[in-house]
């Protein structure tokens, strides 16, 4: 049973492109979720996304950054006109539903984004 | 609002020995959930275990288990006979219910030794 699956695993970007990182969720999950790690620090919500619906995205900046989670393919979090403090490692987590505190999110490797 | 705190930054273990993470939260939700997750070098992020707010007794996976103190609001993890591939990042985390985000303490650094 494969996990959550995420690419790609490292990603360089010069400021003022587009990132697209993207993420399919475990077998049976329809809920996905994007967290952002900065350096030395703990995780951070971004974004909660079912499929073709946008949840919650209260973590998300209001500029530049965007997600999705379409009927079909994987959920991609976009990133346009990067900037030097966008780099951090961003993880993607799913859950198979949301029937209390017990749903485990499991996550993704994560996509390491270093913008230059 | 939530908040999770994890005291310790960095802890040394001797290999074999046990050693306890330390995790103290904050919450108004009356149900919520609380998790223990790895994240080793290579960086991504491991879930280990779970503890509910109602449950009475304290969760256990192998050689991990959960120290839950509900009413002093700490859900210590403690890892018995370690091993040198335990060295890593800890970070404990919570939700509420009906709640869906995880907020994660700033991690706690395990280093194993030999």
């Known amino acids: 049973n494969a996990g959550v699956m995420q690419n790609p695993r490292h990603l360089v970007r010069r400021r003022g492109q587009e990132a697209r990182l993207r993420c399919s969720p475990m077998k049976g999950h329809s809920h996905v979720y994007w967290y952002r790690q900065l350096p030395e620090e703990g995780l951070k919500f971004m974004v909660y996304?079912?499929?073709?619906?946008?949840?919650?995205e209260s973590g998300m900046p209001k500029e530049r950054f965007s997600a999705e989670f379409p009927k079909e393919g994987p959920s991609i979090l976009r990133i346009q006109q990067v900037v030097r403090g966008d780099s951090a490692a961003y993880f993607c987590?799913?859950?198979?539903?949301?029937?209390?505190?017990?749903?485990?999110?499991?996550f993704g490797p994560g996509t390491r984004l270093t913008v230059l | 609002a939530q908040k999770i705190t994890q005291t310790q930054p960095g802890m040394f273990v001797q290999e074999k020995e046990a050693v306890t993470l330390d995790c103290t939260y904050d919450?108004?939700?009356?149900?919520?959930?609380l998790f223990w997750y790895k994240q080793p070098s290579s960086g991504e992020m491991i879930f280990l275990i779970y503890q509910g707010s109602y449950d009475q007794q304290n969760a256990t996976e192998g050689r991990y288990s959960l120290n839950f103190q509900k009413a002093r609001k700490s859900a210590n993890l403690v890892i018995s006979a370690s091993q040198l591939g335990d060295s890593a990042m800890y970070f404990c985390?919570?939700?509420?219910?009906?709640?869906?985000?995880?907020?994660f303490g700033a991690g706690t650094t395990v280093t194993v030794r030999a």
């Open positions: 996304l079912q499929k073709e619906n946008i949840i919650d």
């Open positions: 919450t108004s939700d009356p149900s919520y959930g």
């Open positions: 987590a799913s859950s198979p539903s949301l029937t209390g505190a017990a749903d485990t999110q499991y």
């Open positions: 985390a919570m939700r509420g219910v009906p709640d869906y985000k995880l907020s």
